[in-house]
């Protein structure tokens, strides 16, 4: 997708927008999928639920951690058999209702969840596989104890098949030392299971966590070596066990571009102040501290110099409404468009939306065979403030 696709997209469609390239996304997957080899893949869906539009072959399930991430599978046809039902705070509705739909998996985040589930399918007399969510450290996930416990007596669960195990210990992990570490922990405790359970998992799930730069190229070369250090390992736990690799930033971050226009310029005592029409309430990077770090942006449609020197802000009534606090481009006007990439992951679901009821941007995807397609028109955010 190139700047000329992003101008069109600006000049049709208008800014705010978001746009999202469905066949980097595919390339991405696919290149991914090439270096895990036989190791089933899973998109975490809460990166961006818009790509469900148009899923890569190569992803073999998607993780939900909502009902209405749920609601959204069922909305866009996605197959239930494909689906694993993450997720704390189930409550039986939710779980009957990812019952009912046909979920592939469910996770178990505590003995509540796995006396939930049994209950809920016995009365429906459904049969459901789950897997036991480890916990890193935090809120998330069982102790390892409890999951011994719930093993041990697995006989009990007349209406569940434990397969397996869940992992995720969080996020941007620059260093492939500490994705090691989180496979020796799995390890560990599978061999803990074994001896003292006679239990072995046939199902795996793990999300290593992968960092994606945002600030610093070259991007695409990081990704590269972030993937080759990260499949030797993988690929090394999944000889001993049936693992499934879940991902969600890793696999979309590149994927997507925030479009938004020049507003208003201004100098105020000797700083370049540029008013976008977006803001912090549609764009976040994870880690850019006070908008000190400089994310992949463009002017459209200039082959100027990057000479320039501009805070740009967003059209928040806040002084913490910064996108950039110092970034270098051509001389800017009102009306131009600027472009910032590598942001196909999460931001366009975490940003302060209703702050100040300013109207939610467009989400556009994009295609060479189909071209540009408006998945999400601009909505107006006062209707809920009120």
Sequence with gaps: MNNEILLSAAKEFGTPSFIFDTDEFERKADAIKNALGNIPLCYSIKANPFLLHKLPESLS????????????????????????????????????????????????????????????????????????????????????????????????????DFIGLHYYSGTQKKNAGVIEKDIGKLEEFIERLNSECGYVPSHVEYGPGMAADYFVPPYEEKDCETLRETAELLNSFAKKYPLSVEMGRFLASSCGTYLTSVADIKNNLGTNYVICDGGINHLKYYGQTM????????????????????????????TADLLVRRVELPKLKIGDVLAFGRCGAYTVTEGTVLFLSRTMPRIMLYSEKDGIRLVRDFYDTYNLNC
């Design 291 to 318: 908008a000190m770090q400089v994310p992949p942006v463009t002017l459209l449609g200039s082959d100027k110099p990057y000479e320039n020197g501009y805070t740009l802000c967003g059209s928040l009534c806040t």
């Design 61 to 160: 399930m998607v993780e939900v951690c909502s009902p209405g991430e749920l609601a959204i599978c069922r909305k866009l046809g996605i197959k239930p058999e494909t689906i694993i039902y993450s997720g704390v705070n189930k409550g039986a509705e939710d779980i009957a209702c990812a019952v009912d739909c046909g979920a592939g998996i469910l996770t178990a985040e505590s003995r509540l969840h796995a006396e939930l589930i049994n209950r809920i399918c016995l009365e429906k007399g459904k049969r459901v596989r789950v897997i036991l969510r480890l916990t890193s450290g935090n809120q998330f996930g069982m102790d390892p104890e409890d999951i011994v416990g719930i093993i041990s007596e697995r006989e009990k669960y007349e209406a569940v």
